[in-house]
Nanobody, 126 residues
């Protein structure tokens, strides 16, 4: 089990920034690939970003590349997603997810992630 709790969502104006955090618990966190997904009302859950279990590699959704940074701090068992230049269409619930342990290669498919947080709402006003 890798319990995950997201935080940092909120209301922001278009063009603004937000920093989302995902706090994990358990001693196996450092062996899991971590990802962020989002889901807007009436839409399917979509991949946003992922970071390898070592933290040495990252993967970003093409639609958001250049506007976000994912990082992890294994000693603090935390993953962070920094969002920049936010747009109204970025409004969604953002979820943290864990895949593993010790997987190689990234996945953008929600079904391949094993553990999920409850999500944090991000609302971007125009």
């Amino acid at each position: 089990q890798v319990p995950l709790v997201e935080s940092g969502g909120g209301l922001v104006q278009a063009g603004g920034s937000l920093r989302l955090s995902c706090k994990a618990s358990g001693s196996t966190f450092s062996s899991y690939q971590m990802g962020w997904f989002r889901q807007a009302p009436g839409k399917e859950r979509e991949f946003v970003a992922a970071v390898s279990w070592s933290g040495s590699a990252t993967d970003y959704a093409d639609s958001m590349k250049g506007r976000l940074t994912i990082s992890r701090d294994n000693p603090k068992i935390m993953v962070t997603l920094q969002l920049h230049s936010l747009k109204p269409e970025d409004t969604a619930v953002y979820y943290c997810a864990a895949r593993g342990p010790f997987v190689f290669g990234f996945s953008r498919e929600p079904d391949e992630y094993d553990y999920w947080g409850l999500g944090t709402q991000v609302t971007v006003s125009s």
